[in-house]
């Protein structure tokens, strides 16, 4: 079910920045659990981050750890992705996503039931 509408992506060099972004409704920000997927054509969708609402507390990928950061704006209702250093295998389509129904947050796709459309990203080297 796609109710998010992300923005940011685009194309950019090799140890390059991007800056995605996710605004919500304030119910679905209020979910559990937030998170970014990627997936390039091909590949099942993978997650890349992941941030516990209520704790703040977050989660990343072994593959983007010390390069990216999930964040949140409790006054925007909007979930960030920062990415820097980015590299081409970076390159792929950028899914925000929110968990409605679960206290305790993963990164298994089938626990989010709300996604956005996508936002290409391409890093070229």
């Known amino acids: 079910q796609v109710q998010l509408v992300e923005s940011g992506g685009g194309s950019v060099q090799a140890g390059g920045s991007l800056r995605l972004s996710c605004p919500m409704s304030e119910t679905t920000y209020l979910s559990r659990c937030k998170a970014w997927f990627r997936q390039v054509p091909g590949n099942e969708r993978e997650g890349v981050a992941r941030?516990?609402?209520?704790?703040?507390?977050?989660a990343y990928a072994d593959s983007v750890k010390g390069r990216f950061t999930i964040s949140q704006d409790n006054a925007k209702n909007t979930v960030y992705l920062q990415m820097n250093s980015m590299k081409p295998e970076d390159s792929a389509m950028y899914y925000c996503a929110a968990d409605t129904a679960h206290l305790t947050c993963s990164d298994y796709v089938d626990r989010y039931n709300i996604w956005g459309q996508g936002t290409q990203v391409t890093v070229s080297s």
């Open positions: 941030i516990n609402t209520r704790r703040g507390s977050t």
